[in-house]
């Protein structure tokens, strides 16, 4: 079945840029998404990218996707306290219309060091 | 726009007894909705698929008696765990898709809902 991997952890200082990154092994995806889950709480959507893009940009989120290696990623610039979070990445695949699953990956806990 | 609420937040529940989960699209029409499930520190565990007016689709290993899901309108659907043990006391999240909208791919989570079995 489809996988989706992801860093367990990532540390990084206040005001520098984080990236986290995913690989997925599915060829079909069509959309990629990355959630954002504060402690106790559900998922909020940040963004996503469509497998025929391969950036997307919005404010301080950058997503870059590399389809050939099946890599995604996600830059978040000038890190700061509130993105303390662990943040999912999933894919799910337009294959079946009306019958798409969101496949998660195991989720990065992104702590930021003061 | 594309709110999802859950009702309750948090349950605490004696063994044996069953517990009844709300998932609501505040503001769109969800022609879909997902039941997932969290353990502590893991990620999350799609339980099964519901759509509106039909029978939910069940994951492998999810047991269809036990976890019995009905979606009865297009912005209402409920989880209810029958004869609740201490093994489902879980991290339970809802998700629905706006079947309409331009961005009918993306699933919208609700804030979950937090179950504890005595």
């Given at each position: 079945g489809e996988d989706v991997e992801q860093s367990l952890f990532l540390s990084v200082r206040e005001g520098d840029s984080s990236v986290i990154n995913c690989t997925y092994?599915?060829?079909?995806?069509?959309y990629l998404y990355w959630y954002k889950q504060e402690p106790g709480a559900g998922l909020q959507l940040l963004t996503y990218i469509f497998s025929n893009m391969d950036m997307k940009q919005d404010q301080r989120l950058t997503v870059l996707l590399n389809k050939k290696d099946k890599h995604l990623s996600l830059r978040i610039a000038?890190?700061?306290?509130?993105?303390s979070a662990i943040y999912f990445c999933a894919e799910t695949a337009a294959i079946n219309f009306g019958n798409e699953k969101l496949t998660f990956g195991t989720g990065t806990r992104l702590t930021i060091i003061p | 726009g594309a709110v999802v609420s859950q009702h309750p937040s948090w349950v605490i529940c004696k063994s044996g007894t069953s517990v009844k989960i709300e998932c609501r699209s505040l503001d769109f029409q969800a022609t879909t909705m997902f039941w997932y499930r969290q353990f502590p520190k893991q990620s999350l565990m799609l339980m099964a698929t519901s759509n509106e007016g039909s029978k939910a689709t069940y994951e492998q290993g999810v047991e269809k008696d036990k976890f019995l899901i009905n979606h009865?309108?297009?912005t209402l659907s409920t989880l209810t765990v029958t004869?609740?043990?201490?093994?489902?006391?879980s991290f339970y999240i809802c998700s629905a898709r706006d079947?309409?909208?331009?961005?009918?791919e993306t699933q919208y989570f609700g804030p979950g809902t937090r179950l504890l079995v005595l």
């Open positions: 092994t599915d060829s079909s995806s069509t000038d890190t700061q306290t509130g993105d | 009865a309108s297009l004869s609740a043990h201490p093994e489902d006391s079947g309409a909208g331009f961005e009918w």
